[in-house]
């Protein structure tokens, strides 16, 4: 045997099982506190359902609506609430210890760009062969670019080594 669907959302007319509510009418009038079947008799006289708006208070508040229109109405704020909703990436920015002068500025002009955009980015520092002897070099490179985008970012992760690379996060500010 199947359970029951359940419902996501307030209850509606015959779902509210309580002897008592406080009722608010369809023009936002508090009516007070009154039992369920009246309340429901009052919602069909006017065409409206009994929406159950606060299930925790004593007693529950229901209010007289058109709950097609409810849910619609809930449903827009949702939509909106998600669109203004930003998601935060982490960009990802690969350098070399011995990076050329110019090489470095393009690396730099992209992550302000990230920031600016509200990302995160992640600057991975990768050692070949022997450069993993001179370490001091890529904390040198790293240390430099903290220095340069001090002023727009706060470091989340301080550089440390993993296996062959460094890695340093920059979050904005």
């Keep these: 045997m ?17 002897p008592q509510v406080r009722l608010i009418d369809q023009d936002g009038e508090m009516m007070g506190v009154m ?15 009994l ?15 058109d709950y097609g229109k409810f849910k619609y109405e809930q449903q827009k704020k949702r939509n909106e609430a998600k669109k203004k909703q930003k998601v935060i990436e982490i960009k990802e920015i690969k350098v070399r210890p011995n990076i050329d002068e110019n090489d470095y500025q393009v690396k730099m002009r992209a992550m302000k760009s990230f920031i600016e ?16 002897a001179h370490q001091d070099i890529g904390v040198r490179v790293l240390e430099r670019i903290r220095a340069e985008m001090d002023l727009t970012t706060k470091v989340e992760q301080m550089p440390r080594l993993e296996n062959r690379q460094m890695v340093m996060v920059l979050s904005p500010r």
């Design 117 to 132: 955009e509200g990302d995160k980015v992640k600057v991975t520092l990768r050692f070949r062969g022997r450069e993993m």
């Design 51 to 65: 929406v159950e708006i606060s299930p925790n208070a004593d007693p529950p508040v229901c209010k007289i609506l």
């Design 35 to 49: 039992s369920a079947r009246d309340a429901m008799l009052r919602a069909f006289a006017v065409g409206l359902d």
């Design 2 to 18: 199947q359970a029951p669907p359940t419902r996501d959302g307030p209850r509606v007319n015959e779902e509210i099982r309580v």
